[in-house]
Structure formats: structure tokens, C-alpha cells
């Protein structure tokens, strides 16, 4: 998979992720769902683009990516079963990747 595929799919489940945030409040039938699909295609995204350096402070960052992404997948389960953990997960996987998003292009 190219780097433009990777960001494509990236955008597009992103954008899924959040569509489906407000939906499940809504109260759409098909939240869920879009949840699932997001949250997958933010992980796939995120297993196919593994570091390879030897900076330290990016291997964590990557790793913090990666269960941000984890906790993605958990929040759609969540929202599955209707219970309100998925807020958790969604808020926490949402503090890991802000927190990336900040402090890695300082890194590189």
C-alpha cells in the first residue's frame, strides 16, 4: 500500500470515526458501524506504517499510535453493546494521539 492509499484511508476513517460520534448521539441505527469501519481503517493504517529508526522518543509515540488505535477498536465494541465505556476509550484514544500529533513532528 502507498503512502497516498494510507493517507486516503486515514482521512476517510477519521472521518468516519468522528461521523459516527455524532450519530450514535442522534441516536442513527448505523453508528455503530461507521464506528467499526473507522476505527478499523485507522488501524490498518497504523499496523502497515511501522518505524523502523532508532529515535526512542518516536518509538514511543508510534507505540502511544498504536494503542490510541487499539482503543479505537475497543470504543466501536463498546458502542455495539450500548454501553457508555465507549467514551472512555474514545477520549483516551483522543488524548494519545493529540498528544503524538503534537510532539512528533518536533522529533522528526
Known amino acids: ?39 478499523a481503517a485507522i488501524a ?3 499496523l502497515s506504517s511501522p518505524y523502523n529508526g532508532t529515535n526512542t522518543r518516536i ?21 455495539f453493546r450500548h454501553s457508555y465505556e465507549w467514551l472512555i476509550c474514545l477520549l483516551v484514544a483522543t488524548v494519545f494521539e493529540t498528544y503524538a500529533a503534537f510532539v512528533m513532528p518536533e522529533e522528526k
Do not use: D, E, W
Not at 59 to 79: D, H, P
Open 1 to 39: 500500500m502507498n503512502q497516498k492509499t494510507k493517507n486516503l484511508l486515514f482521512i476517510v476513517g477519521a472521518f468516519l470515526v468522528v461521523a459516527a460520534t455524532l450519530a450514535y448521539f442522534l441516536q442513527v441505527v448505523y453508528a455503530p458501524y461507521g464506528m467499526a469501519i473507522g476505527s
Open 44 to 46: 490498518v493504517v497504523r
Open 59 to 79: 518509538k514511543r509515540l508510534v507505540k502511544f499510535q498504536l494503542f490510541s488505535s487499539i482503543l479505537l477498536v475497543a470504543s466501536s465494541c463498546f458502542m
